[in-house]
């Protein structure tokens, strides 16, 4: 059974910690003083297009999205219309074509690689539609991974990777390697990795597709968790229960935005 219990040294670090990574200063626009929503990521005209050999493929057309702190975001739509292209190309794990994201008053595709990689590492957590667990780490390594990145003792990263395997359900797991472990337990593991870090912004893609109803919404509740300690929560699914979880619903289709790109 997954622990929903809150475990949180510091609740509000999501919220408050608006420092960036990059120059140690306050991120610009991300003030949690500032009423109302602050923006996070501000996306404008983005395009990808996929090629292999003779077949292109515009994957996204043109896409305007803004997404504020603190916000729980679901995107939904048919499959093949570029829902996990968004998320990557949004987050910074993709190249664009064209357009521009910002994060953080950013525009994370000018960045330097190294930089880039250190302001993912800093500020967000990817629960991927196919797991990308290190396959040749147990459970407990892969969810210890990104603090490690971040810079945390690998004492301390142990213990914070074994109390987050607890809390999706996994506390016996944490020796096995993703190959002994089933496609929800995988699916779980791959979550523990997103939220140790108690994130500012959680990209999650399809995060429940594995899972029977009820482990899913345990899922569920730990991300209602984590957004109201202050994490901004991007989630890609087709399940509706999460979709009423959310402060706003996108609608992508044929690479585009049809319905949701502003907060209303
Ligand atoms: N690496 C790639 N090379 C070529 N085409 C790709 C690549 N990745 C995605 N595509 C194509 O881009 C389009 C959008 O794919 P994407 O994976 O973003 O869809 P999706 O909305 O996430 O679908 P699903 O709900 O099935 O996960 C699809 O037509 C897909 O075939
Ligand atoms: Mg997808």
Known sequence: MISTHQ?????KKAALDTTDPLTNTTAPGAGADRPGWAPLVSARGVSKTYRSGDLVVS?????DLDINSGEFVVIMGPSGNGKSTLLNCLSGLDTIDAGEVVIDGRSIHELPDRMRTAHRAARMGFVFQSFNLIPVLSAEEN??????AAGTKPA???KAASRMLGRVGLAERGRHRPAELSGGEQQRVAVA?????EPAVVWADEPTGNLDSATAAAVLELFGEANAAGQTMVVVTHDPTIGQRAHRLVEVRDGLIKNGSVAS
Do not use: F, Q
Not at 7 to 11: F, I, Y
């Open 59 to 63: 994957a996204l057309r043109g896409v």
């Open 7 to 11: 475990n949180s040294t510091n609740p």
């Open 143 to 148: 969810v210890e991974l990104p603090l490690l």
């Open 156 to 158: 301390a990263a142990r």
């Open 193 to 197: 990795r997103a939220l140790v870090t």
